[in-house]
């Protein structure tokens, strides 16, 4: 079965980020000129995702007034001939269909998803965490595309979520997996899983495997979601219902993603992001090696 469906979830405070995130919200900074959530979309549009449900709270409707139809400022660009400007400001907005629902209570990401069970209907959904960023550049597939390749050719009924191996000491900051290998070679590592662990404590942790924030699960996952009890730090955490998932049925495979993953979630991979996407554009590139060198020559 195909995914037609995304939720972003988008209710989160942002406090790492103050006090740049105190009336902004955290979706909206920018990787160079691109709103972090708009690379999101981005993805999931690629995927073939037709609709997205984002899950927000107070403060976030900004997020909607981006990808909403600007007709004053695409009016004043087509005045002015900024026609570029103009198509890229005026695409997004055409291209996707966007639901909003709110999560009233920051009750953890399991429940986040949960509250967009209405909006997304019992089928299944791709969740994407605006946190990660996955730079596919070259690749025939984005991050969420991956995912739901694996999910299609595995029937539509298991879950499948995106991998990637962090360094020893950083377990505790993920969801931590084992399984067992079913698919090992240069293109594809797929694992069934078999052990999932929300931000195990120190020692702990059943391998350097954590889950990134790209999942696509089957609609099997609704009625988990509404069973799953508050975990870790108190929330009800989507790696829990993961686990469940993994218990029953067809099961949960975890991916090894393809692609350059960084943390926007954290404040110097932000600023790694922004710097690697700006490397990537032309018209930014020499300029900003010649101000690194000068910029680590004077501060360095
Ligand atoms: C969330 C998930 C965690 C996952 C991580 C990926 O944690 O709960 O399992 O590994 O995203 O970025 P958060 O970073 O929101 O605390």
């Known amino acids: 079965m195909r995914v037609r469906k995304a939720v972003i979830p988008a209710a989160g405070l942002g406090t790492r980020f103050l006090p740049a995130t105190k009336a902004v919200p955290k979706e909206l900074l920018p990787i160079v000129d691109v709103p972090t ?8 549009l690629a995927a073939g995702i037709e609709e997205i449900v984002l899950v927000t709270g107070r403060g976030k409707s900004a997020i909607e007034d981006h990808f909403d139809v600007s007709y004053e400022l695409e009016e004043t660009l ?17 291209r996707v269909r966007l639901i909003s629902v709110r999560q009233k209570e920051p009750l953890g990401l399991g429940h986040a998803v949960a509250v967009a069970h ?3 209907g019992d089928e299944p959904v791709a969740v994407l965490l605006g946190d ?11 991050g969420i595309g991956q995912l739901c390749s694996v999910f299609e050719r595995l029937g539509g009924e298991a879950g499948v979520v995106a991998l990637t191996e962090v360094p020893a000491g950083e377990e505790h900051l993920y969801g931590v997996v084992a399984g067992d290998v079913v698919v090992d070679s240069d293109e594809q590592r797929l ?12 020692g702990t942790a059943p391998s350097q495997l954590a889950i990134l924030g790209r999942y696509v699960l089957p609609a099997s996952i609704w009625p988990i979601l509404e069973r799953t009890a508050p975990g870790k730090g108190g929330e009800i955490q989507l790696t829990d219902a993961l686990r469940t998932l993994a218990a029953q049925g067809d099961g949960c495979y975890g991916l090894r993603l393809r692609g350059v993953r960084h943390d926007a979630g954290d404040r110097l991979g932000y600023l790694g992001a922004n710097l690697a996407y700006a490397l990537k554009r032309p018209e930014l590139r020499p300029g900003l090696v010649a101000l690194m060198r000068d910029l680590i020559d004077r501060y360095g």
Request: proline share 6%; aromatic share 2%; glycine share 4%.
């Open 37 to 44: 959530i708009q690379l999101v979309v981005e993805e999931a």
């Open 78 to 94: 087509a005045k002015r001939q900024k026609r570029e400007l103009y198509e890229q400001v005026a695409a997004i907005s055409r």
């Open 118 to 120: 209405q909006a997304v």
């Open 132 to 142: 990660d960023l996955i730079d596919c550049e070259g690749l025939p597939q984005g």
């Open 191 to 202: 694992l069934r899983l078999s052990q999932l662990v929300e931000k195990p404590a120190p």
